[in-house]
């Protein structure tokens, strides 16, 4: 239980295109979604949180006209990369968490991610 | 801010037992979680701790907390080549909902 999927698993793009990526909580309500990126070799890096029907919380550093977060239900948020670079290139992750039966509501649940290729 | 942090390589043989160590500083830390990451992939829920807690046994994971000190480890009994993967530590900040990652651990299996 607690499955989180994202689609698609790879996508390379031109250079200057806009890129979105889904995140999707298939058994569970997501109040609150979180957008990772993660560089070869290294941690996860939190980019924002988001909550359904509220804007997201970007975290320091991160452009918000560059990744645009919509949560637009409890089980869809969706992460778009507008005017796509080479340095945007990387392992995009998301994670759930939620109410589910006695699930600890704290307890993120991730995405298999989608890496993403800008030529 | 929260820091943590993870030894970044562990080698064991087959059979063996694996102990991954991490270490916080936020003291307030609710939750701590540990996570597998195999190659390509997401991150996989392995086991949890509440901050209450100094031990947490499943099946071949056990999970020990020092509050004092903020150190959490994972031991993984009878440790087998598919357990190959990057082992995360988290620590969900006091207040949110927010994890701080460490480094990651890379777990080696050999033979």
């Known amino acids: 239980g607690a499955v989180v999927s994202q689609h698609p698993s790879r996508v390379i793009c031109k250079s200057g295109t806009s890129v979105k990526i889904e995140c999707r909580s298939l058994?569970?309500?997501?109040?609150?979604m979180f957008w990772y990126r993660q560089f070869p070799k290294q941690s996860l890096m939190l980019m924002a949180t988001s909550n359904e029907g509220s804007k997201a919380t970007y975290e320091q550093g991160v452009e918000k006209d560059k990744f645009l977060i919509n949560h637009a239900s409890l089980t869809l948020s969706t992460l778009t990369v507008t005017s796509a670079h080479p340095e945007d290139s990387s392992f995009y992750i998301c994670s759930a968490s939620g109410q589910r039966g006695l699930a600890n509501q704290e307890t993120q649940y991730f995405g298999p991610g989608t890496r993403l290729l800008v030529l | 801010g929260e820091d943590v942090e993870q030894s970044l390589f562990l080698s064991v043989r087959e059979g063996d037992s694996s102990v991954i160590n991490c270490t916080y500083t936020?003291?307030?830390?609710?939750?701590l979680y540990w996570y597998k990451q195999e190659p390509g992939a997401g991150l996989q829920l392995l086991t949890y701790i509440f901050s209450n807690m100094d031990m947490k046994q499943d099946q071949r994971l056990t999970v020990l907390l020092n509050k004092k000190d903020k150190h959490l480890s994972l031991r993984i009994a009878d440790t087998q080549t598919g357990d190959s993967a990057i082992y995360f530590c988290a620590a969900c900040l006091s207040g949110t909902y927010k994890y701080i990652f460490g480094t990651g651990t890379r777990l080696k299996v050999l033979a």
């Open positions: 058994d569970f309500q997501a109040t609150t």
């Open positions: 936020d003291s307030s830390s609710t939750y």
